[in-house]
């Protein structure tokens, strides 16, 4: 939904910022960043929490440009990516994102990233991180959530001059805090971070730092990150973090295991912003077509269970999403739900489990860091859930035209898609029909008359005779 601010509120409600550095929305550097890019028509992107508060950046930023801007009142997939295809509806050629961000790059649109603000003692971190690392020539790589990019160039100011080994990270975006973003290459970009190592080292002699708590950002960048060890600061304490062998690993690794069972997969498009969300999805399409797997292609917006339970004939979903997108940690779907890595890893003979684990599914496509061509394997296997015998049958049925017929060594003939076979495969059909079976009948009258009246309803054949009386 998309909603003008032209009559919500007067100006004369406005609060007036005085002083840029106590604006938590910078709309002096917001509308800086329109005039620099000489945009006409653009949008601000708020999640939920921060929408109360749309109404008044907005009035604020038209009266300093003098035009009209349009808020994004509702997103098409998650909070954290940037709604390009809710800006287009108004042709926006600029969009202004506000709170938390995956920071996943978009595919058509200029993004300004306005990040949150979240209050640090810097000088109780500095002396908790220098009791923590007590060896000054440690080799550590600086990460941070986005919500402590504003105190990044303090606190890296006060550690760089004790740590000569420290390598700080830098945001691939563009944001309202200069001093951390960065034009990286996409070949070098991890879940919209980059950093530059020393020359003669590489990733795996260095520990890993997060600032920021232990929760979603900190787990992808450890599976993503091949660190000797990880450490996070959080509740003012710096502490070791483990992401691998934790239980939600060995949950996915069934889930693999599902998918290799799987006859019909579905592929739910939750991302139309993304860079390269096409290259990922014909990926998959390609593999699945490449096992005999018949597949869907599904876009339904923000997932939830209850869309998805509308497609019973489909084993199992692959989700095209950003790698913070929260459904790969539900256990409330039906269904398995899997990303574009976990398909090479059932499916690609040259891919193998390793310490790491990408949920950034531009990392495997062509051009990404750690690409492998495909391999095909044809040998026959036991499947771990179910123990059946797979990849043993050499003519399974597989097409991608819903008129086209597919017919099996033994002459016998069916449509190509799941949604038949599944209808005549399950065990209720509905009223049944029984062609040829009952004896045939002369044919009789039926009702006559209006649904909420027929002309053979006692009440009508009593109210007829009584006129004619």
Known sequence: MISSTESERSEADVAEVADARDDPYDVERCARWIRTNALKQVCLQFPDSLLPDSVEVALRLEKNLGRKVYILGDTTCGSCCVDEIAAQHVDADGVIHFGHACLSPTAR?????????????????GEEFKRAFPDCARKIIFFYDVAYAHEIERVHSTLKPV????????????????????????????LGRSYTLENGYNVQDYEGFFLGEAEKTLALLAMSVPMRRWHCFANGKVSEFQALNTPWLKRRRFLIEKLRDARVVGIVVATLGIQEYLTAIN????ILKQKSKKSYLLSVGKINPAKLANFPEIDAFVVIACPENEVFDSRDFFKPMLTVYEVELAFNNAREFCPQYFMDFRQILPGGTHY??????TDSDVSLVTSSIRNCE????????????????SGTVAIGKAGAQYLQDRSWKGVEQKLGEDPAQAAEAGRAGLAWEYTSEPLKTDKRNAQAE
């Open 394 to 409: 050499d003519d399974t049925l597989c097409t991608d035209q819903m008129n086209a017929l597919a017919v099996h060594s």
């Open 163 to 190: 740590y000569k080994h420290l390598v700080l990270s830098k945001l691939n975006c563009t944001s309202n805090v200069e001093y951390t973003d960065a034009g990286a290459s996409p070949a070098s970009v991890v």
């Open 109 to 125: 649109l200029p993004v300004l990233h306005v990040l949150p603000r979240r209050r640090l003692d810097a000088a109780g971190f």
């Open 372 to 377: 492998v061509d495909f391999k095909q394997s």
């Open 283 to 286: 990926s998959v399409k390609k």
